[in-house]
């Protein structure tokens, strides 16, 4: 399952960290942030649930760069 | 400006009014160091804060930690040797307006964009039963229809049911000369009512109709990250840590060998500083904020060209082609037959043998009888047909005017028992003229008598010829035209535009091999003879395929080219899917359009590596021996930035290519 949420960043390599962490977290398969767009485009491993996968990510997310956040 | 731009600029003015202030003030220096931290705090503290957060949560080097270690150390400094505090509080103020600049043109150029692909539509008109409605276009079900006034976008693709407009599609299409529509029409969303209301039945939901898929694609363009763009995040990724170890070096080996050395004594204060300057310059903002800018603004001015470009990874390849392939019908020429060449026999007029004809084909739905028709234009209209009789692989015939005529191949006027024709055309008695031009001949014969022939073929489009040039002119080394007709049609089609590699009569599945061997085995092809070495064989080859159709019967040899562009795609979705780039209006110009375009994207991109690293380096290397100091270090960033953004920017330009 594909998702795509709108996210608030500022800079564009605070967006590849972003990436990086999201593609990192457990249920997620493939995780694309587009900088330009400010979006995040998240597929989900099979079975997983994306409300709590995406919890996690934002968890992750915040982790590497404080000053985000992704609209769930 | 948003809130958080508006409350860094702020902090921004408050610092450097206390700044010059301070310079003003001479005390002792614990006091000045307590009234410089204010303007210090007031620019750095998120900064400081983020590095803070960077280092609970183990997160390797930032920018931030660099800025923070980078001004501390300066701070520190200026207590116990230079007393000079303005520096650490100047480089933060830079940085913050370096940032605030970057955050700004960013945002403006999303907006751009934004503007650019206006195709949204807000609302939809219902008829209700008391009155017009405005409604959601996502409530719309399939079958409603809708009202559009003057002056709205049509919100939903949907048939003309009453009512005549001139359409703006330019949004879509690039092309300014408005369509106009009647009932029956389609009409796709996105596109600009001028001057008339029409009621439209819609045919597709929001989500489904034109204007949506085109802004999701353009919006998920950027998602596809180019070669480019991942060199960036891992250059980036390399970069910052391998600078910190620079400058740890830079701080550490030359005072100690100063100590070692007899008669130096170490000047630790010096290299440290210099150290520090080394990591103010360090940051990578340059390159990773202007890479995916270039392609973004690249992306966006295509689109208002009416080129849709699925990816940065396509735009990048599409700035490689050097072999380009394209379909015959529907791509260079209009996939419609018209008759191109009437030759009666002597004593019957032109006109005369094209009205015999169509009138003889009236009732049928062939191309070919579409054609005659059209030729013949009303006139065919009036005078009696009767018994029509279609003899499938022959032709038809028809008593018109009480004569009787056929209408048909060679076969046709055998049967017909047409008099004065033989098999072979040239100089045959009765034969007016040598038709010799490529096309479908249509012979015509009155009441066993042979009347003429007409030849019939599809039309070359009138911007192919333009197109072709075009493309050589972009760089294309290799012009190739895949056609399924036959041999001489295809090769006189190629001759008037000036393409010397054909291959014809193909079966779809043909030309999926063909793709695949041109993109291939290209560089070890006799004909190309570039001289590349046996050990590029398979396909590794520099220069980029691609394949450009009509989107119709050639999804799979679009996919499989190295970009696969599909042309007057308005409205087909498939083609939509198959291809990498999508050019919504059928005009094979844009096709040369779209590869200069990519070369300026690349261009752009590969002066801003350049530039951005280039300056760096030097950067680096002149703190290095101590030739420029902080101040010109963060200025020497800041500059770089703005003009690796300013440059990034340009791609959004791209009406003149």
Known sequence: MKKTYKIEVDCANCANKMELAANKTEGVKEATVNFMALKMKVEFEEGAEPQTVMEEVRKNCKKVEDDCEIYL | ?657
């Open chain 2, 1 to 657: 400006m948003n809130r958080k731009q508006k409350h860094t600029l702020i902090r921004i003015i408050i610092s450097a009014v206390l700044l010059i202030a301070l310079c003003f003030v001479h005390l002792s220096r614990p006091v000045m160091c307590v009234l410089y931290l204010i303007p210090y705090l007031v620019i750095g503290y998120d900064i400081l804060k983020k590095a803070g957060k960077g280092i609970i949560n183990r997160q390797p080097l930032d920018e931030n930690l660099l800025m923070a270690i980078a001004t501390i150390g300066a701070m520190v400094l200026a207590v116990c040797r230079t007393g000079d505090f303005t520096e650490a509080v100047a480089v933060m103020l830079f940085y913050q307006i370096g940032e605030l600049f970057q955050s700004c043109a960013v945002g403006r150029s999303r907006r751009n964009i934004g503007e650019l692909m206006d195709i949204r539509p807000d609302c939809a008109n219902i008829e209700g039963p008391d009155g017009i409605e405005q409604v959601d276009p996502d409530e719309v079900e399939i079958g409603t229809v809708i009202l559009v006034q003057p002056g709205e976008k049509v919100p939903i693709d949907g048939i003309v049911e009453d009512g005549n407009a001139s359409m703006d599609t330019s949004a879509l299409t690039g092309e300014s000369v408005p369509r106009s529509v009647r009932p029956g029409d389609e009409v796709i969303s996105g596109s600009i009512d001028m001057n008339g209301v029409l009621r439209i039945r819609t045919t597709r939901e929001f989500e489904e109709s034109t204007a949506s898929k085109i802004l999701d694609l353009v919006e998920n363009a950027s998602s596809r990250k180019s070669r480019s763009e991942n060199f960036i995040s891992r250059f980036a990724r390399v970069y910052t840590p391998a600078v910190v170890i620079g400058a740890v070096l830079l701080a550490l080996v030359p005072p100690l060998v100063q100590m070692a050395m007899p008669g130096m004594s170490a000047e630790w204060g010096e290299w440290i500083y210099r150290a520090l300057t080394f990591l103010v310059i360090s940051c990578p903002c340059a390159l990773v904020i202007s890479i995916p800018l270039s392609f973004f603004a690249g992306i966006g001015g295509a689109s208002r060209e009416g080129i849709l470009v699925k990816g940065s990874n396509f735009l990048e390849a599409l700035s490689a082609v050097d072999t380009v392939v394209m379909d015959k019908t529907g791509t260079l020429t209009k996939g419609v037959f018209e008759v191109t060449g009437v030759y009666p026999r002597q004593g019957l007029t032109q006109d005369e043998l094209l009205q015999m004809a169509a009138r003889a084909e009236m009732y049928s739905s062939h191309p070919v009888a579409l054609a005659l028709r059209g030729a013949a234009g009303d006139a065919a209209e009036t005078g009696s047909v009767e018994d029509v009789e279609e003899i499938a692989g022959h032709g038809v015939r028809a008593s018109v005017d009480g004569k009787t005529v056929c209408a048909g191949n060679m076969k046709m006027m055998k049967l017909a028992g047409a008099e004065g024709i033989t098999d072979a055309p040239a100089g045959a008695e009765g034969l007016p003229c040598t038709p010799e031009e490529a096309g479908t001949r249509i012979h015509v014969s009155a009441d066993g008598r042979y009347a003429g022939c007409i030849v019939i073929s599809d039309v070359i489009k009138e911007t192919s010829a333009e197109a072709v040039s075009k493309l050589r002119a972009a760089g294309v080394k290799r012009l190739i035209m895949l056609t399924g007709d036959a041999k001489a049609a295809a090769e006189a089609v190629a001759e008037q535009l000036g393409i010397t590699e054909v291959f014809s009569e193909l079966l779809p599945g043909d030309k999926v091999e063909k793709v695949e061997s041109l993109s291939g085995g290209a560089g070890t092809d006799g004909k190309s003879g570039t001289g590349e070495g046996p050990e590029k064989k398979g396909g590794s080859r520099k220069g980029k395929l691609a394949f450009v159709g009509d989107g119709i019967n050639d999804a799979p040899v679009l996919s499989r080219a190295d970009v696969g562009i599909a042309m007057g795609a308005l409205g087909s979705d498939a083609a939509i899917e198959a291809a990498d780039v999508v050019l919504m209006d059928d005009n094979p110009v844009k096709i040369a359009k779209a590869i200069r375009i990519s070369g300026k994207c690349m261009r752009i991109v590969r002066e801003n590596i350049v530039f951005a690293i280039g300056i760096k380096v030097l950067c680096l290397l002149l703190c290095a021996l101590g030739l420029v100091g902080m101040w010109a270090a963060i200025f020497a960033d800041v500059g770089v930035m703005v003009l690796a953004v300013l440059n990034a920017i340009r791609t959004l330009f791209v009406k003149n290519l």
